[in-house]
């Protein structure tokens, strides 16, 4: 069964981070996640985690939206080190990670280069510290006009030049549907580069049910694969928070 995983920032959002996880153990997931760790009480979070019993799924690198920027990579090693640092504090083992835009000067093939670079230097750290470090494509033509990773075949095309078992994919459903659909070939495809999943409703980013694609059919077909790790909820809900997210748990049970 596909194991799903609350982010906290799209729910409860004028709530303090810590509710917000008590509040999703409340309604039965076993799991939650959050973007970046830096705007967080992280003392009150542990605490949360560690009453609710709940996995901390993942977290963000902090710098985020980075790894194609010039002259950064000691900014980039001190950041996963640091990010390294307090997800073994938080009991997390996946951390996600963002290129940022597109640099109209230089071209892909030369920011490529620079993207593996930094990933390369990455690596050994999330290799010591037991991480799984997730490297993420968006949608250029809804969300992130711009930006400079948008096809998983260009994701898994940096992470086997990379060749670390730490540094993966994660491919977030809702923005592949948007850029090129083909959900379920692709990711059965790719499977052995993805380490993490996140789902959202088309249009629109909202709930699961109810929009273009099929995530019981998508769920199964994530099952079928093999796949054993999170898939992360990173939706805006339509319906109130607790009933959203009752309506998306019953999407796997």
């Known amino acids: ?132 470090l997730v490297l993420e494509p968006l949608n250029t033509l809804v969300d992130h006009h711009g930006y400079w990773l948008a096809r998983m075949a260009h994701a898994v095309d940096i992470v086997e030049e990379v060749d670390s078992p730490a540094i993966k994919i994660l491919m977030d459903l809702y923005h592949q549907q948007v850029q090129e659909g083909n959900l379920i070939a692709n990711l059965t495809r790719y499977i052995p580069f993805i380490g993490h999943f996140h789902a959202a409703g088309v249009p629109g980013r909202h709930e699961l049910a109810g929009g273009e694609i099929d995530y019981q059919a998508v769920f199964g077909a994530i099952d079928q694969a093999g796949y054993d790790r999170y898939v992360g909820l990173e939706y805006s809900p339509t319906l109130e928070a607790e009933a959203s997210l009752r309506q998306t748990l019953a999407l796997v049970k």
Request: proline share 2%; aromatic share 6%.
């Open 1 to 132: 069964m596909t194991k799903l995983s609350v982010c906290i920032e799209m729910f409860w959002r004028d709530e303090p981070h810590h509710e917000r996880i008590a509040k999703v153990a409340q309604l039965g997931y076993q799991a939650c996640e959050f973007w970046g760790w830096k705007n967080k009480d992280l003392g009150a979070i542990k605490a949360a985690l560690d009453t609710t019993g709940l996995t901390l799924a993942a977290l963000c690198l902090e710098p985020g939206f980075s790894l194609i920027r010039r002259g950064f990579e000691q900014e980039l090693v001190d950041g996963m080190r640091e990010t390294a640092v307090v997800a073994q504090r938080l009991g997390c083992s996946t951390v996600i990670t963002t290129t940022g835009n597109t640099l109209d000067d230089e071209t892909y093939e030369m920011s490529r280069r620079r993207v593996v670079r930094h990933l390369k230097a990455l690596a050994p750290i999330c290799e010591d510290n037991d991480l799984t």
